[in-house]
């Protein structure tokens, strides 16, 4: 049997979780990518051919039905977290890959999309300062004025799961909290404290605005130049969900149009970034390399869960399958 983990940025699969331990159990031999193999199909499939096992973090390399059908040897594919979008479960299933997903710790991305709103609030971007990025000249001492949120007005697009946490988080901090999405019930919203609103009145009345929906067939591009046409040009966008959800060329007119303050993502159209992204070179960008999930505790539940996924797969009692 080969096992590879992918996309281990960190180098940090074999620390947190055995997997040595476990590829000695099942007489496999193990691989670790710590490097993007790349967008190239002929690359990805090239290094991938000879593995019955792939544990693949999140959504860094896809698998569409193209590359499922040319891994004949596949066998059992690993997603960290609950879902994968990139990941085709029917073609899967066609080709007999079992699909098994880990845990996930929600408030690691609601935790996030607050670091990134106060980050965009005070202008730490601009602000913030270390040995690794000193100050680069006493005139820049305190060169921005930050905005307090207490009494503004958050805007959340989503009220599931990571919406929910993240308006609390915004009436915690003394903000009017409204919400909309086309599903969304007053009942629900009343649940969390929060008043539901029209979609319109959710963008024109936000100073900031956060989106929490899941990316599908419906909210692809759902927020166009319309909606952010609605915006305040002093609101702050915020996107760690899905960066499909946003048409990016809207996105990037209204800032450079200042019809849009600031927007502060986490995610982006191809990831990772490559060479001379337009978003990320636009005036007005606060942005992060999708790092809403990456923290040691979420980390070692991924592994941690691979792990358990692989040996109950090996015994012939596959667990958390998706497919």
């Known amino acids: 049997m080969r096992i590879a983990v992918l996309d281990d940025y960190h180098d940090i699969s074999r620390t947190l979780a055995d997997f040595q331990s476990l590829a000695q159990e099942l007489d496999a031999e193990l691989s670790v990518f710590t490097e993007f193999l790349g967008h190239d199909d002929a690359t990805v499939l090239a290094a991938l051919q000879p593995f019955d096992v792939i544990v693949a973090m999140r959504e860094r390399t896809p698998f569409p039905r193209s590359r499922l059908q040319a891994l004949p040897n596949l ?4 997603t960290t977290g609950r879902r994968n979008g990139s990941i085709d479960l029917e073609a899967a299933a066609e080709h007999g890959v079992v699909v098994s997903h880990t845990g996930y710790i929600a408030s690691d ?6 670091a990134l709103i106060l980050a965009a609030a005070r202008r730490l971007d601009v602000e913030i300062f270390s040995a690794q990025r ?31 946490r993240v308006a609390k988080i915004g009436l915690a901090f003394g903000m009017h909290v409204i919400a909309y999405s086309q599903n969304l019930t007053a009942e629900r919203a009343a649940e969390v404290g929060v008043r539901k ?17 899941k990316l599908s067939e419906r909210s692809t591009g759902v927020v166009s130049s319309k909606q952010l046409a609605w915006m305040k040009p002093d609101a702050i966008f915020v996107n760690t969900s899905r960066s499909r959800i946003v048409q990016t060329d809207a996105l990037i007119d209204a800032l450079e149009n200042e019809q849009l303050y600031l927007a502060a993502v986490d995610v982006f159209d191809v ?11 636009t005036r007005g960008v606060i942005a992060t390399p999708h790092i809403g999930y990456v923290t040691v505790e979420q980390f070692a539940m991924f592994y941690q869960d691979a792990a358990a996924d692989i040996r109950a ?10 497919n």
């Open 109 to 114: 991305a609601a935790e996030h999309t607050w």
């Open 75 to 78: 066998k059992l594919l690993v």
């Open 197 to 213: 609103v029209s979609e319109h009145e959710l963008f024109a009345t936000s100073d900031v605005l956060s989106i929490h929906l």
């Open 271 to 281: 990831e990772p970034l490559p060479e001379g992204d337009r978003l990320a070179a």
């Open 313 to 322: 797969w090996a015994k012939g009692k596959p667990v958390r399958v998706l």
């Open 134 to 164: 000193p100050l680069e000249h006493p005139t820049r001492w305190q060169s921005t004025l930050g905005i307090g949120l207490s009494g503004k007005t958050l805007g959340v697009y989503g009220l599931g799961n990571l919406g929910s």
